[in-house]
Structures are given as structure tokens and as C-alpha cells.
């Protein structure tokens, strides 16, 4: 209750009481409410309101985001939510879809994420068998084309062959059937093909394609089977020809074209051995072009390898020995502030190798090049260019006693160095001062790789490379980081992380894209990716 102040009005200096229901508070036990809620109470009545802020907002996150963090914090659910897509695209009959959507790419990139869980095994069986089904009604219903495709696809889920072979058949008697021309015509066709093949026709292989549907058709069809193998000797024969002329990207073409028509031809392993050493030959022709210092011609030769063998390890390796010889010009230019002769050979080694260690660390020691001359001031008398190798070579010694061989930056023994190599690359105190921090380097790269840092395990081995680039074991070092790479990106692949193990695999593609397992972890994380559009 509250008083009222004197009005003037009634008994003079009365006060009157004024009840005020609006603050009035009835208890059950009779008791006069305390004047004011105790301490605890008060505090609990400001915070409440923020309470209820927060969870309101977490109610709205939860709605807005509540799929990408079910599957950050449970990894699971990821796999889970394939495997429910794949099971409605399979009901709905989307066996297969190039966007990634079909029930076969979401079995498979559930399969790639987590390789233990039978349900994307028993999936794809299923689709498999599904596509088979599939098959057979088009085949009755005429859809000759869709016929086949859902056939390859039943053969590429490894249906068993017996109900392959089954399906096949009926595909093939039902082909017969609805051939307009028949047999007959089909293989008019494919002989007048190979008679305008002859002898420098535009397309040798006109006739294979026409052939091998009459053989569909009619397996044991005689004709069809001796034109086939006219054919395929006139392809060779024109191979060897284009090796002869030293085009080997086209002899390997029209070679890898017959193996496709008949991997068993009498011909084709003389075929296939001529052009291995065709492409032996050329290899070692642009290693000593590489070594007598003509790099423009051993690239040609390199890149010619590669686009008839795109998997050769050593023609991709002569071509990274190319870049790193431009980007050990460029740290040289730089070295001696000629930042324009620099710069040219530096966007040579980038347009051959842009992902290459040795081209990032040229471009890095062109920058710190350019800072020290800004430091520095231009031009650098050689006294003052000779007081300031000095003072960075006993800051590298200091790094070292603390054990800072590449970090912080700038402040780390390995960028002292580097600095100073800059400034002198030829000096004697610089050169002692590189060879005794290559074994600390070495130790940094071990140990990190040792205990699964990676990321700092690569930049041991970069500072590695620059210090010894010749070093014969720097190979090894790529590629044990590249299979450190390849078990990382497994490892939170399962987890159900694609973009790591996206990030992984280039790194180790980078590194050594033939290192054991690269392949393999190349293929899950496209499947990952497919499955999860």
C-alpha cells in the first residue's frame, strides 16, 4: 500500500490510506509478502530474459542449419541421409543419374565414405539387379537403346554373367528382329567403310564400329569376322606408319582404338612394343636434351610422351625437372635484384609446373628479394649489403638456439637465411650457414611427419628442397608426404569431411600423383563428391 500526501482537503495533517489492488499479492499461509525478493531471486529475474534470447536463437539455428550440423557433429548422419536418398531414387526407378543423384552414385558415395556399412554394398547389388529388370522390359517393349544402357549398367554392378549372358541374348534376337535392313545391309555398310579407308582414307576405323554390330547380332558371322581383321591390320598398319613419322600422340591413338575392337589381335603386341620404344627412345632423347641444357626441346619431347602415355611417371617427372630448373634461374635472378629476368623465368616454370614446390618457392624468394632491396634502399652499396648479411646471419644463429627453424615468419632461422641468400647467394658465410641448417631441416621434416603434421611436415621438406635441391632423396620425401596425404584425407573422408579430403588428394597429387594409394583415394573422393551433389 502507498499513502497519500495531505490534499488540503478533510481532517488538516490527516493521512488518509489508499489501497492499490494492482499491487496487491494474496498467499495461501496468510503471511505479509517480503518487501523485496531476496538477492538469489533478483538475479535469476535478469538473467531469465537473455535465456529465453538464447534459445530462441538456437531454435532458429537449429532450423536453419540443423543438416550441416547433424553432420558436423555426428558424421553418421551424412552417410545415413545417402543411403535414405538412394533407397527413394531406387523406388522411384532413378537407378543412375550424371548429376549424381541416381541410387546408384549415392550407394557409391555412402560406400566411399564409409566403407563397413553392408547397406551401400546390398544397394548396389540391388540396383544392379534392378537395371537388369530394367533391361529386360525395354528389350521387350522395343526401347532397344535403353535396353543396352541399363545392361551395361546391371554388367558394371557385376550382375551375375549367366543372367547377363541371358538378357544379351534376348536383346540381341529382338535386334534381329527389328533391323530394318538386316545383317545384310549392316555389313554392306561396314565393307564400303573399309573400302573408302583405303589406302589414306580420313578414318581407318570407319568400318570397326559396323563390324562389331553385325558380330553382336551374328557372333560367328564369317564375313563380318575377316573384315573385322582386315580392318583392324589396315589401323596398325597406318600405327606404324605415323611412329615411323614420328606421330606418336596419333599412333598411340589409332593403337589404343584396335585394343578396344580386339584386344587379341595376332598384330597388336608388336604394335603395342614398337611404340613403347618409340616413346623409350623419345624419352631419352629429352633427358639429354634436359642435360645439355636445351629445355624447350627436351619439353617437347617430355610433353609428346605424355600425350600418348598420359600415366608415364618419367616423362612427368623430366617435365617437373624443367620447371624446377626455371625456378632455381629465377631465385638466382632475384638473388642479384635482376627482378625482370627474374619475373620471365618465373612465368616459365609457372606455365609448365604451376603447382610444383620449387615454382612456389622461387616465387616466394622473389618476394622476399624484392623486400630486402626495399629495406635495403636502391641501389645497396656492397659495404652495406655486407653489414646487413651479417646481421641476419647472427639473427639465423639465434633462430637456431631457440630451435625456430621455420617459424615464426620472417623471424625463423630458415627466412634468415633465405635473406641473406638473397643478398649474397655466393658468399662463403651464407653457404657454411645453409649447410648447417639442412640437417635441422631434415630432422623438422622427420619429426613432423612423424607425428602426423603434415601440413608442417611439407614446409620442412620445401625449405628441404631449397636448400639442397639436388638431393636424390627429396623423391622419397614427396612421396611418403604424399601418402601421408592419402591416409589423412581417408581418415576424414570417413568422417564424413569431402572438402578435406578433396584439399588431400591434390596435395598428394601434387606431390606424387603415382604414390601407392593416390588412385584409389582419387576415386572415393570423386565418388564422395558425386554422391553428394
Not at 526401347?143 to 546391371?154: D, P, S, T, V
Not at 567403310?193 to 558380330?215: E, I, T, W
Request: glycine share 6%; net charge negative.
Amino acid at each position: 500500500m502507498r499513502e497519500r500526501e495531505p490534499d488540503g482537503e478533510g481532517q488538516k495533517g490527516r493521512i488518509d490510506p489508499v489501497l492499490r489492488w494492482d499491487e496487491v499479492e494474496f498467499r495461501a499461509d496468510g503471511r505479509e509478502p517480503p518487501e523485496d525478493p531476496p538477492p538469489d531471486w533478483q538475479e535469476r529475474r535478469r538473467i531469465w530474459p537473455w535465456a529465453a534470447l538464447a534459445l530462441v536463437a538456437l531454435a532458429v539455428a537449429l532450423a536453419v542449419f540443423r543438416q550441416p550440423l547433424a553432420e558436423a557433429l555426428w558424421p553418421d548422419t551424412r552417410v545415413q541421409r545417402l543411403l535414405d536418398d538412394a533407397e527413394a531414387a531406387l523406388k522411384r526407378g532413378r537407378l543412375t543419374a550424371e548429376d549424381g543423384s541416381g541410387a546408384r552414385e549415392r550407394f557409391e558415395a555412402a560406400q566411399a565414405l564409409d566403407s563397413d556399412r553392408i547397406e551401400a554394398r546390398t544397394g548396389l547389388v540391388r540396383v544392379g539387379y534392378a537395371a537388369l529388370q530394367q533391361a529386360q522390359a525395354a528389350t521387350r517393349e522395343n526401347r532397344l537403346e535403353e535396353a543396352h544402357q541399363y545392361l551395361e549398367l546391371a554388367r558394371d554392378l557385376q550382375v551375375p554373367r549367366a543372367n547377363i549372358n541371358l538378357a544379351a541374348e534376348q536383346l540381341r534376337t529382338k535386334e534381329k528382329e527389328s533391323q530394318s535392313g538386316g545383317v545384310d545391309a549392316l555389313l554392306q555398310q561396314a565393307q564400303d567403310a573399309q573400302a573408302a579407308a583405303k589406302p589414306d582414307g580420313p578414318d581407318p576405323a570407319a568400318a570397326l564400329p559396323l563390324y562389331q554390330r553385325v558380330l553382336e547380332l551374328e557372333s560367328n558371322q564369317t564375313e563380318a569376322l575377316e573384315g573385322r581383321e582386315d580392318a583392324l591390320s589396315d589401323l596398325l598398319k597406318r600405327a606404324e606408319e605415323r611412329l615411323k613419322a614420328g606421330d606418336v600422340t596419333q599412333a598411340a591413338e589409332l593403337i589404343a582404338q584396335a585394343r578396344r575392337f580386339d584386344a587379341g589381335h595376332a598384330d597388336l603386341p608388336e604394335a603395342q612394343a614398337t611404340l613403347a620404344s618409340t616413346l623409350e627412345q623419345r624419352r631419352q632423347q629429352a633427358d639429354k636434351d634436359l642435360r645439355s641444357g636445351r629445355r624447350e626441346e627436351a619439353l617437347t619431347g617430355y610433353q609428346a610422351v605424355i600425350e600418348a602415355k598420359p600415366d608415364d611417371a618419367a616423362a612427368r617427372q623430366g617435365i617437373e625437372r624443367i620447371a624446377a630448373a626455371y625456378a632455381q634461374d629465377a631465385s638466382r635472378k632475384a638473388a642479384d635484384f635482376d627482378f625482370d629476368q627474374a619475373r620471365v623465368a618465373l612465368d616459365k616454370a609457372i606455365a609448365i609446373a604451376p603447382q610444383s614446390p620449387a615454382v612456389k618457392e622461387a616465387e616466394q624468394h622473389l618476394s622476399r628479394a624484392r623486400q630486402s632491396q626495399a629495406r635495403l634502399g636502391s641501389p645497396a652499396s656492397p659495404h652495406e649489403r655486407e653489414r646487413r648479411v651479417q646481421t641476419l646471419l647472427a639473427e639465423m644463429a639465434q633462430a637456431e638456439e631457440r630451435g625456430d627453424w621455420l617459424s615464426p615468419p620472417g623471424e625463423s632461422a630458415y627466412d634468415k637465411l633465405r635473406a641473406a641468400q638473397a643478398l649474397a647467394p655466393g658468399n662463403g658465410a651464407v653457404r657454411q650457414a645453409a649447410a648447417r641448417l639442412l640437417p635441422g631441416v631434415q630432422r623438422c621434416f622427420e619429426d613432423e611427419l612423424r607425428d602426423n603434421r603434415v601440413r608442417r611436415a611439407q614446409a620442412c621438406q620445401q625449405a628441404w628442397q631449397t636448400l639442397q635441391p639436388r638431393d636424390p632423396r627429396l623423391a622419397g620425401t614427396r612421396r611418403r608426404l604424399a601418402e601421408k596425404w592419402v591416409a589423412v584425407g581417408n581418415e576424414r573422408l570417413g568422417a564424413g569431411d569431402v572438402n578435406f579430403a578433396a584439399n588431400a588428394l591434390r596435395e598428394a597429387q601434387t606431390l606424387d600423383a603415382y604414390a601407392p594409394g593416390v588412385a584409389d583415394f582419387a576415386v572415393r573422393v570423386r565418388t564422395a563428391q558425386a554422391g553428394g551433389n
